[in-house]
């Protein structure tokens, strides 16, 4: 595998369950994104991780919940979502958040998420 | 604070015309700037970025664009559109906040291309 992988690619839930989003980076990035994008809505950034410690946390609602037990692995764990939640959940990483704003994303191909 | 602005959230073209997609960007200091493009059920993938060094920065499938501080502009242009242009468009700026560099999105291009 190379670049930024997301699983699973497509998750359909009921409003009750906990499913969790899984990322995986293979570049040795040191800082990981969650963005959430909806239709007709600019790109949100959710959280920021840079070398496994939260640096960013933009008022997401606590049913969202992110996980970076190393650099190359974030998790977003869900649970009671509501049916606006409905998006597609990019994740990203980088060389540097916070210390050198020249470096680029570099993005997954994101988890269509539908909340029933 | 910095904040993006993408003039026309839909660009129509004919393949063959040019092509012009509009970013101004507000930074009270000196910003990098990025071009990324989203193709369907991709995620976004770099076009090019500004860095500081030069103004006129060249990125991948013929694409370019000029950072203009007296205009705070952006602009990607492509001198010949082909088909497999058609996409979403994403600038972003990143500038030193309190010691952070969060990129800051605008709320992207769709580029149409036209047989």
């Known amino acids: 595998e190379t670049g930024v992988t997301q699983t699973p690619r497509h998750l359909v839930m009921g409003m009750t369950n906990k499913k969790s989003l899984k990322c995986e980076q293979h570049?040795?990035?040191?800082?990981m994104y969650w963005y959430k994008q909806s239709a007709k809505k600019p790109l949100e950034l959710m959280f920021v991780y840079s070398l496994e410690e939260r640096v960013e946390n933009n008022s997401v609602p606590s049913r969202f919940s992110p996980e970076c037990p190393n650099s190359s692995h974030l998790f977003l764990h869900l649970h009671t979502l509501q049916p606006e939640d409905s998006a597609l959940y990019l994740c990203?990483?980088?060389?540097?958040?916070?210390?050198?704003?020249?470096?680029?994303?570099?993005f997954g191909p994101g988890t269509r998420l539908t909340v029933t | 604070a910095q904040s993006v602005t993408q003039l026309g959230s839909h660009v129509s073209v004919s393949e063959g015309a040019l092509v012009l997609l509009r970013c101004n960007y507000s930074s009270s200091v000196p910003p990098y700037l990025f071009w990324y493009v989203q193709y369907p059920n991709q995620g976004l993938q770099l076009l090019l970025k500004?860095?500081?060094?030069?103004?006129l920065v060249k990125g991948i499938n013929g694409f370019e664009a000029e950072f203009k501080k007296s205009e705070t502009s952006f602009h990607l242009t492509k001198p010949s559109a082909h088909m497999s242009d058609a996409a979403e468009y994403f600038c972003?700026?990143?500038?030193?906040?309190?010691?952070?560099?969060?990129?800051?999105f605008g709320r992207g291009t769709s580029l149409i291309v036209h047989p």
């Open positions: 990203a990483s980088s060389q540097g958040a916070g210390t050198a704003g020249f470096y680029e994303q570099y």
């Open positions: 570049l040795g990035h040191n800082a």
């Open positions: 972003a700026v990143s500038a030193d906040s309190g010691g952070s560099y969060i990129p800051t």
């Open positions: 500004y860095t500081s060094a030069a103004t």
